[in-house]
């Protein structure tokens, strides 16, 4: 019989950890006071007892050869210190021999804690791919959205990871700006990307659970939310100003209304030459349906 894990609800992981065993060594977010999210509202931030996680792999030793890919949750994995982190990776090294991969969710913060040498010693023991939310690269759009990081401290950080071998697939949130912001967001947004180099970009929507005016209460600033055409303006500034080596890109979570899917720098045209196509006849341009909705 599959062991069964009993998760602390809410539980996300990224798209691409679809097919990896999760276990939960954190609960929610350390920071959890980002203006836009609302994943973690609902939960008490928690380090988990690692009596509690070590029981749980053990649980799985009868499937140890199946085990591939392992994705630590929740918010922030990764804030757990050196130390924690090195014996949960080795007890997930000794416990299942055919990984080929471990990853988290990570804030800059977390990696700027550890020292370059932690951060490769945690790479050896297989910790391969941190997810960031990067959201945006501009300071004041940081500051009122409250991520409690900067250009600098992402940058840094980020940079830093990578040296250490680690690799990064990090998300900007179109839209995050609405329309005062816009301009800024999207020019700042490329400089940080530019200036990490991630394996991973993807961008998201920025989306209102619970609401437009719940997020504008939240919002230290004046909002106004961008209409779908300014969305795609938005992506076009964004994309047009990236300066990538090899980063795969992706903009197709189900909050994007235009999908779009490349490898850049060599992708750019193409990519922008759909966006131009869309602004120009968005009725013929085989959109999602929800997005002709309301044009
Ligand atoms: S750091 Fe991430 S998970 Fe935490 S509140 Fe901000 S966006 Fe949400």
Not at 6 to 11: A, G, N, R, V, W
Not at 137 to 163: H, P, Q, V, Y
Request: proline share 3%.
């Amino acid at each position: 019989m599959t062991p069964y894990l009993s998760y602390d609800e809410p539980l996300f992981r990224p798209p691409s950890e679809a097919y990896s065993l999760i276990f939960q060594v954190t609960l929610g977010c350390s920071w959890n006071q980002c203006a836009f999210c609302e994943m973690y509202t609902s939960k008490k931030f928690k380090v988990k007892k690692e009596a509690d996680i070590f029981k749980e792999i053990e649980a799985f030793s009868n499937f140890s050869s199946d085990i591939k890919k392992v994705f630590l949750a929740d918010g922030n994995a990764f804030v757990l210190s050196f130390e924690r982190l090195s014996r949960i990776l080795d007890k997930l090294n000794e416990s299942f021999p055919k990984l080929t991969r471990i990853s988290a969710y990570a804030l800059p913060k977390d990696i700027l804690s550890k020292t370059e040498e932690e951060l490769q010693i945690l790479v050896k023991k297989g910790l391969k791919l941190l997810y960031v939310g990067i959201e945006s690269g501009d300071n004041e759009l940081l500051e009122r959205i409250n991520k409690g990081e900067t250009f600098e401290s992402t940058s840094e950080a980020l940079i830093k990871a990578r040296k250490a071998g680690l690799k990064l697939s990090v998300m900007i949130l179109n839209g995050l700006g609405g329309k005062k912001y816009t301009e800024q967001h999207a020019i700042n947004s490329a400089k940080v990307v530019n200036a990490i180099q991630p394996e991973y970009l993807s961008t998201l929507v920025l989306s209102f659970p619970y609401g437009v005016d719940h997020f504008k209460d939240r919002f230290d600033g004046d909002f106004e939310e961008l209409s779908k055409v300014e969305l795609i303006l938005e992506m076009g500034n964004f994309i047009s100003q990236l300066q990538l080596e090899n980063t795969i890109f992706r903009s197709d979570h189900a909050s994007n209304y235009l999908i779009l899917k490349g490898i850049l720098n060599r992708d750019k045209e193409e990519l922008l030459g759909r966006i131009s196509q869309v602004l120009q006849d968005p009725v013929h341009a085989n959109l999602r349906p929800e997005w002709m909705r309301g044009l």
